[in-house]
């Protein structure tokens, strides 16, 4: 399975962005999809996630901001990020399980600053 990841970039606090992953097999069949992200010197933490049966999930950090969705048709999962913070700065992982393995994208890097 090949997760490709894009929409990072250079944000003004309080601005939003769009991040898409799309995924080489069918997103409806995924047991789970998710976004993750890790900053310099912290590990990697959850994001948002959301399950074959469409519920999700967020970091209590980005509740009320941050939304996930999926195109079925399209094979992508999207994270629309609004009202940014320069703690949201980080290299942003597209996440995949399709039965019992786990891939990974190869990320992409938001910046948040002035």
């Known amino acids: 399975v090949q997760l490709q990841a894009s929409g990072g970039g250079l944000v003004q606090p309080g601005g939003s962005l769009r991040l898409s992953c799309a995924t080489s097999?069918?997103?409806?069949?995924?047991?789970?999809m998710g976004w993750y992200r890790q900053a310099p010197g912290n590990q990697r933490e959850l994001v948002a996630r959301i399950s074959s049966g469409g519920s999700t999930d967020y970091a209590d950090s980005v509740k009320g901001r941050f939304t996930i969705s999926r195109d079925i048709r399209e094979n992508a999962v999207y994270l629309q990020m609004n009202s940014l913070e320069p703690e949201d700065t980080a290299v942003y992982y597209c996440?995949?399980?399709?039965?019992?393995?786990?891939?990974w994208g190869q990320g992409t890097l938001v910046t948040v600053s002035s």
């Open positions: 097999r069918s997103v409806f069949s995924a047991n789970a």
């Open positions: 996440n995949a399980v399709y039965g019992y393995m786990t891939y």
